[in-house]
């Protein structure tokens, strides 16, 4: 308990580590403790850790006095998904999402759908440091019931889309936690299914849980092969997806998001969008233009997912490949994106690479500054007054994570590290001259801050 338990999207660390047995115990007993021994599920992805994870989490609930059941693997929406449906105090899912083999951590949802928000995220922390658990006495400890209610997803999913065409598609799971359930919808639906990766493996020997463009040649290969409509990769567990068009060419994340947010705009008349403020602009190009409003909101799914929720937003989504649909739930959920995505090709009538293409594609640029930890805060606090008058033409800034301004033609969007010592820089521009510029002007500054600084 050195440092924060929670990060932006749950708790996660090496195993053994960061995150020991003897730390979730301390954790259940605290969710216990401020759920007042409520009913709590579980599930877990495939990770080779995950079943001493899962021990030690229900031997803290149980001796808080929760009731525990135990829906062994699952994606994480479907966790948040039956959260609701079985009208459980709290779902807890057991992963690391996208980390590498050797991590694992916690995802806590409420009975909404919602991921822990920080001020319940410190309640738990407050727990724990403070050692105030409340514990149950020995006659009131409830044995942990396993059970099997994965079959209320897929029954959700087959009441609400019917897919006319018989797609040909190719899912890779990568070993994950959608490793059982995706291809089963998908033929479910009708598909003609070509699965790679499908056995559950913690050690993730098919590709990375990274659903990246290096670790999914083997998919883009095979959609081209087979000459397949379309081909889905997801995470480790299972809240994103990525898609590869009908060439084998893997679809742009920020082109496919403003492509989907068009549609979504299109259909609904209008409506607000959430996404982050490392999105591209092309978002509100696309929105935009069908009377739609995009709003910005810090970098992680818990905080588009808040925003969606309190602007009553009709779509949210990060260009990472993690879409939230609030007309089913607020946890975002890449085997349910995926199929609304082909329910979109079908009513538009087009393939994947054409619809993707409606989106402009604008040059974007990164870079990593490195910057001592300590001096990181007033670096950031310093370029609040130095970056706007760096760069000409400011129409707004926005300081929700980081600084982000936007320009008459393109943007600049500076943030902190929040694991590493670095400043990290994104430029996006309408033309290659025009991003190059703006880099630079915004390099010269941060770098001058820090000198000024450190």
């Not at 803290?60 to 079985?86: H, I």
């Not at 409003?293 to 990472?320: N, S």
Request: aromatic share 6%.
């Amino acid at each position: 308990m050195q440092q924060k338990l929670f990060g932006t999207s749950g708790i996660r660390g090496i195993v053994n580590r960061e995150l020991t047995p003897e730390i979730v115990v301390k954790i259940g007993l605290a969710v216990a403790t401020t759920t007042n021994s409520g009913k709590v599920i579980v599930a877990c992805d495939t990770r080779t850790s995950s079943p001493m994870i899962e021990h030690s989490l229900t031997a803290g609930l149980q001796a808080g006095g929760s009731t525990v059941y135990r829906l062994g693997l699952l994606p994480t929406p479907t966790l948040a998904y039956l959260t609701r449906e079985l009208k459980a105090d709290i779902g807890i899912m057991i992963t690391a999402s996208h980390n590498p083999p050797q991590y694992n951590g916690l995802k806590l949802f409420n009975q909404d759908t919602t991921a822990y928000n920080e001020e319940q995220q410190n309640q738990i922390e407050k727990t724990i440091k403070s050692n105030t658990y409340k514990r149950t006495t020995w006659q009131n400890i409830d044995s942990a019931k396993s059970i099997d209610e994965s079959t209320r997803y897929l029954q959700m999913i087959q009441n609400f889309v019917k897919l006319n065409k018989k797609w040909n598609v190719v899912i890779d799971p990568g070993c994950g936690a959608t490793s059982r359930i995706a291809p089963l919808i998908f033929r479910v639906l009708g598909c003609k299914v070509t699965a790679l990766n499908t056995q559950p493996n913690g050690f993730f020997p098919g590709r990375s849980p990274e659903p990246e463009a290096q670790s999914l040649q083997q998919l883009c290969q095979t959609v081209k092969h087979l000459r397949a409509d379309l081909g889905i990769a997801y995470d480790g567990d299972g809240d994103r997806m990525v898609a590869v068009d009908e060439n084998g060419m893997l679809a742009s994340f920020n082109q496919i998001l403003a492509a989907y947010s068009s549609y979504v705009v299109r259909k609904q008349a209008g409506g607000i969008i959430v996404t982050n403020v490392e999105a591209s602009m092309c978002i509100e190009e696309m929105t935009e233009l069908h009377d739609g409003k995009v709003v910005r909101t810090r970098v992680g799914d818990v905080y588009v997912a808040a925003a969606v929720k309190r602007h009553k937003a009709i779509f949210g989504g990060e260009p990472c490949g993690a879409w939230i649909h609030p007309q089913f739930y607020f946890c975002p959920d890449g085997i349910l994106s995926s199929i609304l995505l082909l329910k979109a090709l079908e009513e538009e009538n087009k393939n994947l690479s054409s619809f993707v293409s409606e989106a402009p594609r604008y040059p974007t640029l990164r870079r990593n500054l490195t910057c001592p930890e300590q001096g990181k805060s007033v670096v950031m606090k310093k370029l609040e007054k130095t970056l706007p008058t760096a760069l000409p033409r400011v129409k707004e800034k926005v300081s929700l994570d980081g600084i982000r301004l936007t320009l008459e033609n393109g943007w600049i969007l500076v943030r902190s590290s929040g694991t590493e010592p670095l400043i990290r820089i994104t430029v996006e521009a309408d033309s290659e001259k025009m991003v190059e510029a703006i880099m630079e002007k915004g390099v010269n500054t941060v770098e001058k801050m820090i000198r000024e600084t450190v």
